[in-house]
């Protein structure tokens, strides 16, 4: 639960954290300057190639975590299908995609530790409040970290629900994928607990 790091080291593993972040963020502001379809499909080619390039394996895995976006893939194209304005849906459903696989490859080749010396010393002008660098790095690379891990969480309770039942979970899922979201953190305290704390 503490990573989500790929156990198969590839090229993107030696490249820095900070790098990397960076440009994920370029790319990802750069998607927004993009309106047509087919430059979005060649960007999301080109984010399904950076997996690729890690083997099946790293491929089969970024095509799992973005199974959970399916429901907002489906309101989104619904959505702008009714209203007349499909390609533009196309776009939205094609950036949202594109973006989300280009943080999941970030976050799968980038080890933990990493991430948290790359945010504390981002975190270090926060000092002079009274803050802790540490404890702030640790709390934005466990978010970073449970994104995925959740929506992959909740996936698996509405799975569960469908196998049990006809109808549609819903908001029948929220209650049972809170206790489990509090479940983890009660397990990743522990484990950060017997691993000394956070300092």
């Keep these: 639960m503490l990573t989500l790091t ?33 430059p979005m499909a060649l960007a999301l080619a080109a984010a399904a190639a950076l997996f690729a390039s890690g ?12 199974w959970p976006l399916w429901p907002f893939v489906v309101v989104v194209g619904l959505w702008h299908l009714w209203s007349g304005t499909a390609l533009d849906g196309l776009v939205v459903v094609l950036r949202l995609l594109t973006a989300v696989a280009l943080a999941n490859f970030v ?21 002079v409040l009274g803050l802790s660098p540490r404890r702030l790095a640790l709390t934005f ?21 469908r196998a049990r039942s006809p109808r549609r979970p819903r908001w ?14 009660d397990r990743v305290a522990e484990a950060l607990r017997a691993r000394g704390g956070v300092g």
């Design 6 to 38: 790929s156990p198969v080291e590839i090229w993107a593993h030696r490249l820095p954290a900070g790098g990397k972040l960076l440009a994920l963020a370029l790319a990802t502001t750069g998607l927004f300057a993009l309106s047509a379809p087919l």
């Design 55 to 66: 083997g099946p394996g790293l491929a089969r895995t970024g095509a799992r975590l973005l």
């Design 107 to 127: 976050t799968m080749t980038t080890r933990l530790s990493d991430m948290i010396a790359l945010f504390q010393r981002l975190a270090r002008p926060f000092g």
């Design 141 to 161: 690379a466990l978010v970073i970290r449970f994104i995925p891990v959740m929506l992959d969480r909740l996936a698996q309770i509405a799975e569960c629900w």
């Design 172 to 185: 029948r899922v929220l209650v049972p994928a809170t206790l489990a979201a509090l479940d983890d953190a």
